[in-house]
């Protein structure tokens, strides 16, 4: 299935049923006086958050978005059923965005999560409801109201615990098919992914997941390349892993590129916890490697994990780290949730 992460639909929901102008009749009732129903409200527009969906490609089919409009009153004092809801179900993970697309009208974080984000319109008052005791023949019955409607952008985050982040070519794609039964491409040239990965890495019986994005270049902040578009997929992620190609002439340089396209695109997202790996520790010998990682050591203050997806050599240390940092992330999230809800 293809994966799309961005969509724009248009949404209204029902208008109201409009109210019944009617008058009771039957024998030998001379004055029967007003009976016209009120009309039934419209269906309001639900969005709820799939478990099984994980990508917005069936809405490149489809774009707008009607909820049924209320039923009209009628008669003998019958008010007009309700329309149902239109209920539009999305990935865990979307956000819910005003036409401006950064207003943030929703946030679907959860499977079964539920919002309503537009009402249907009210139906409309029948003539009963004007009847009073000096107007007992009342000739008036209302419409019923329009149900909202917009434009909307539906924006997917991926939900994962590990979000992996690097130049194009930097070894994600090998490394989270090492860790993980995911298969994205895997080519010896830059941007063979095009789209966001993920993998579920089981470990010391836990387990995590790693989202793996399309290699940022310098300048993806201003569009160069696919741009930061697929940076909001690790924004949701408790920790970043930072892969840089080992065998890169200065990949002190490298790294520096990229964390300045990550800051450029959020300083919250700058701000995550990070683990720094050097890969294809297998295409030199562990001695001019090991020498490869103190230099990015003196240039940048950070001790690099060395690892090699293809040999499995650093793999096992790295996941370990990784997995102490989720776990960690993990508690302060459960400890906050505790505080706010007591």
Known sequence: MKFLDQAKIYLKAGDGGDGCLSFHRAKFVEFGGPDGGDGGRGGDVVFEADKDLNTLIDFRYQQHFRAPRGTHGQGKNMTGASGKPLVIAVPAGTQILA??????????????????????GRGGFGNTHF????NQAPRR?????????????????????VGLVGLPNAGKSTFISAISRAHPKVADYPFTTLHPHLGMVERHMDRFVVADIPGLIEGAHDGAGLGHRFLG?????????HLVDGTEDDPAAAYRKIRDEVAAYSA????????????????????LFAEQ??????????????????????????LDAILVRVQAAR????????????
Request: proline share 6%; with cysteine; glycine share 6%.
């Open 233 to 241: 997929h690790v924004e949701r992620c408790s920790l970043l892993v």
């Open 141 to 161: 019955a209302d419409p019923g109201e329009p149900g909202e409607e917009r434009w909307v952008w539906l924006r997917l985050k991926l939900i994962a615990d």
């Open 99 to 120: 036409d401006d697309r950064e207003t943030v009208l929703a946030d679907l974080t959860e499977p079964g999560q539920r919002v309503t984000l537009l009402e249907g």
């Open 131 to 134: 009847k009073s005791s000096t």
């Open 293 to 318: 990682a103190e230099a990015f050591a003196a240039a940048t203050g950070i001790t690099p994990y060395r690892v090699s997806s293809v040999s499995g050599a650093g793999v096992e240390e790295l």
């Open 268 to 287: 919250d997202l700058a701000a995550k916890p990070e683990l720094v790996a050097l890969t294809k520790r297998d295409a030199f010998p562990d001695e």
């Open 331 to 342: 508690a302060a999230a459960e400890a906050e949730t505790e505080e706010w809800h007591p």
